[in-house]
């Protein structure tokens, strides 16, 4: 016999999470209990409820979807930080929140946790404009109905959903689920819109001389990956990917062109795409930040491929699934490989560093040189917003390495829980994380998870005494921030049974050491804090700072 709870849990896994992560409070004690009961479901604790958002979100990122179950209001409203991330960065997180008692609705009483208010609805509206789709579960018999909505539609549009369980009705009976193709079936194109827009694009494509592909960071939402890079040989162009796309086309690639990013682009990506006479962009997202402060974005002749639209030449056509689209125009088109040919001309390697002198003063430079060293194709690199975005970007990823960055919401402190939840789904791979001292101080507590269940990821944490980023765009005295031990946590954290590893890098040798004892170590997270200048940062970082204030600053324009 089913119940809410385990018709959830048994969702859950049919869709194929084979976890869920969670913090206990008194409105999801039951259903806590229900879940546990769905064998193949591991419940995965979390330090606080904005974590366990972000824990399921980095979840996503390996899984392709997750689940977090908090507590009423208090558990809820933290975790909405990271729903609003997961809708930002297209990952179908299902957000479940206990709820207070049915009868208690409608009634005279108050409720703790709450605004000490008698509308309990104020959660379910939050969530309805963070998610793609909110339900409140008050009946059993509804139950089946309303989460099945939620996670199809969840996983259809690769955004977040929220279902609202009533504490009283998590162990009440319901319907045992019918066939999961339900929920999980995809959407497919409408064939004439499908046609017409392969047909629109190859027209568009064989009147111009030079196009170019520019990869963006939808493409892996849409599970276009492959698609993409059958278009790109067919054509045999450039293929140049936007910042938030780094690693969604191999960069190992011939036709690989580096990240296009204005300013502080990679390899020659600025030159090639502003040499091109069309530019096709694919699951692209062009912001403030991603335009470099509106400074680089293609004009002129575009071809817009989203999730679910192809847009060009005063055309839109609508329920055109991208994967479709690329396959279909990769064998319709002709080879159109102009850009390729002067990518080749004007493509320089960039130097490789040399290592710095052992015992000299830790740099950037040095560091991001270690760090390249461990990347190898069984790794994901985890950059966090801040400098290491900009130093990140700069790796250069063997076949098989993945790269996730958080480009779109930008909330520093992500990483620490998105690489947790991150590890605990994909267990076989290298997990390295490149986090900065700030944006470390909101989240720090979930290494003591990672301690927990033994995980062995390495975190650069980069102390360079502040907030980096913030102070390139604009500097003052709020930018400064109260300095931590971050090595000697890892003592407090592991208490009495833990086994992760602290250490503290001053130069390049000491660095050298602690990457050798960090890949020894199997039974727990290793955290190297790299201590280095306040002022050392990354060339692109001074450049696109400069590019961001300056959008930041213009004035009202008038009316
Ligand atoms: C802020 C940012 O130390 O990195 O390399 O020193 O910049 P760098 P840190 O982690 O500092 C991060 C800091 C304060 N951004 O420079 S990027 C504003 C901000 C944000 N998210 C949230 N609050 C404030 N991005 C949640
Ligand atoms: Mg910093």
Same mark, same amino acid.
């Given at each position: 016999?089913y119940t809410?709870?385990?018709?959830?849990?048994?969702?859950?896994?049919?869709?194929?999470?084979?976890?869920?992560?969670?913090?206990?409070?008194?409105f999801?004690?039951v259903?806590?209990?229900?879940l546990?009961?769905?064998?193949?479901?591991?419940q995965?604790?979390?330090?606080?409820?904005?974590?366990?958002?972000?824990?399921?979100?980095?979840?996503?990122?390996?899984?392709?979807a997750?689940?977090?179950?908090?507590?009423?209001?208090?558990?809820?409203?933290s975790?909405m930080n990271?729903?609003?991330?997961?809708y930002?960065?297209?990952?179908?997180?299902?957000?479940?929140?206990?709820?207070?008692?049915?009868?208690?609705?409608?009634?005279?009483?108050?409720?703790?946790?709450?605004?000490?208010?008698?509308?309990l609805?104020?959660?379910?509206?939050?969530?309805?404009?963070?998610?793609?789709?909110?339900?409140?579960?008050?009946s059993?018999i509804?139950?089946?109905?309303?989460?099945?909505?939620?996670?199809?539609?969840?996983?259809r549009?690769?955004k977040?959903?929220?279902?609202e369980?009533?504490?009283?009705?998590?162990?009440?009976?319901?319907?045992?689920?019918?066939?999961i193709?339900?929920?999980v079936?995809?959407?497919?194109?409408?064939?004439?819109?499908?046609?017409?827009?392969?047909a629109?694009?190859?027209?568009?494509?064989?009147?111009?001389?030079?196009?170019?592909?520019?990869?963006?960071?939808?493409? =892996?939402?849409?599970?276009?990956e492959?698609?993409?890079?059958?278009?790109?040989?067919?054509l045999?162009?450039?293929?140049?990917?936007?910042?938030?796309?780094?690693?969604?086309?191999?960069?190992?690639h011939?036709?690989?062109?580096?990240?296009?990013?204005g300013?502080v682009?990679?390899?020659?990506?600025?030159?090639?795409?502003?040499?091109?006479?069309?530019?096709?962009c694919?699951?692209?997202?062009?912001?403030?930040?991603?335009?470099?402060?509106?400074s680089a974005?293609?004009?002129?002749?575009?071809?817009?491929?989203?999730s679910?639209?192809?847009?060009?030449?005063?055309?839109?056509?609508?329920?055109?699934c991208l994967?479709?689209?690329?396959?279909?125009?990769?064998?319709?088109?002709?080879?159109?490989?102009a850009?390729?040919?002067?990518y080749?001309?004007?493509?320089?390697?960039?130097?490789?560093?040399s290592?710095a002198?052992?015992?000299?003063?830790?740099?950037?430079?040095e560091l991001?040189r270690?760090?390249?060293g461990?990347v190898?194709?069984?790794?994901?690199?985890?950059?966090?917003?801040?400098?290491?975005w900009f130093?990140?970007?700069?790796?250069k990823?063997?076949?098989?390495?993945r790269?996730?960055?958080?480009m779109q919401?930008?909330?520093?402190?992500?990483?620490?829980p998105?690489?947790f939840?991150?590890?605990?789904?994909?267990?076989? =791979? =290298?997990?390295?994380a490149?986090?900065g001292?700030?944006s470390?101080?909101?989240?720090?507590?979930?290494v003591?998870?990672?301690?927990?269940r033994?995980?062995?990821?390495v975190i650069?944490?980069?102390?360079?005494?502040?907030?980096?980023?913030?102070?390139?765009i604009?500097?003052?005295?709020?930018?400064?921030i109260k300095?931590?031990?971050?090595?000697?946590l890892?003592?407090a954290f592991n208490?009495?049974?833990?086994?992760?590893?602290?250490? =503290?890098?001053?130069?390049?040798?000491?660095?050298?050491?602690?990457?050798?004892?960090?890949?020894?170590?199997?039974d727990?997270p290793?955290?190297?804090e790299?201590?280095?200048?306040?002022?050392?940062c990354?060339?692109?970082?001074?450049?696109?700072?400069?590019?961001?204030?300056?959008?930041?600053?213009?004035?009202?324009?008038?009316?």
């Open positions: 016999m809410v709870g385990t018709y959830l849990a048994a969702r859950l896994s049919q869709i194929g999470l084979k976890h869920h992560f969670a913090v206990a409070g008194d999801n004690l259903l806590l209990d229900e546990l009961k769905g064998k193949e479901l591991e995965v604790y979390c330090c606080n409820e904005l974590n366990c958002g972000y824990a399921a979100e980095g979840y996503a990122r390996a899984c392709g997750a689940a977090a179950v908090v507590t009423f209001s208090v558990g809820g409203l975790a990271a729903i609003g991330g997961a930002a960065e297209n990952l179908p997180v299902i957000l479940v929140s206990g709820a207070p008692n049915t009868n208690d609705r409608a009634t005279e009483h108050l409720i703790h946790h709450t605004l000490a208010t008698h509308d609805s104020y959660q379910l509206e939050i969530a309805r404009r963070l998610t793609v789709a909110a339900v409140a579960i008050t059993a509804d139950a089946p109905h309303q989460i099945d909505h939620a996670i199809r539609t969840a996983l549009e690769k977040p959903a929220y279902i369980i009533a504490c009283n009705i998590a162990a009440a009976p319901c319907a045992e689920p019918g066939p193709s339900n929920v079936a995809e959407e497919l194109s409408d064939p004439e819109s499908l046609d017409a827009a392969i629109t694009a190859d027209e568009f494509l064989r009147g111009k001389r030079k196009p170019v592909l520019l990869i963006g960071s939808k493409l =892996r939402a849409a599970g276009a492959q698609q993409a890079l059958e278009l790109a040989e067919a045999g162009c450039a293929v140049a990917v936007m910042a938030a796309a780094k690693s969604f086309f191999p960069e190992e011939p036709q690989f062109a580096g990240i296009y990013l300013e682009s990679t390899h020659q990506a600025r030159e090639i795409i502003d040499w091109s006479d069309a530019v096709l694919i699951g692209t997202i062009f912001n403030d930040y991603s335009t470099v402060g509106w974005m293609p004009t002129g002749s575009v071809l817009i491929a989203d679910e639209r192809v847009y060009l030449d005063g055309h839109d056509f609508a329920r055109v994967r479709d689209f690329l396959s279909g125009l990769a064998r319709k088109t002709e080879k159109q490989d850009t390729m040919v002067e080749k001309r004007v493509h320089s390697e960039p130097l490789l560093e290592p002198t052992p015992d000299a003063k830790l740099t950037r430079t991001m270690q760090i390249q461990l190898t194709s069984d790794c994901t690199i985890v950059a966090e917003t801040g400098d290491s130093n990140g970007l700069r790796l990823l063997p076949a098989g390495a790269f996730e960055i958080e919401w930008g909330s520093i402190g992500w990483s620490v998105a690489t939840g991150y590890a605990v789904g994909a267990p076989n =791979r =290298r997990i390295v490149m986090i001292d700030g470390f101080q909101l989240t720090a507590q979930e003591a998870q990672m301690i927990r033994k995980l062995p990821v650069f944490l980069i102390n360079n005494h502040g907030y980096t980023i913030e102070v390139e604009h500097d003052g005295p709020y930018n400064n300095n931590w031990d971050y090595a000697g890892m003592q208490a009495e049974d833990g086994h992760g590893l602290g250490m =503290r890098a001053t130069s390049g040798a000491e660095l050298a050491d602690a990457i050798e004892a960090a890949v020894a170590h199997h727990g290793t955290l190297i790299c201590i280095i200048d306040r002022d050392d990354s060339p692109e970082l001074i450049s696109w700072g400069r590019l961001v204030a300056r959008a930041n600053a213009r004035p009202p324009s008038p009316q």
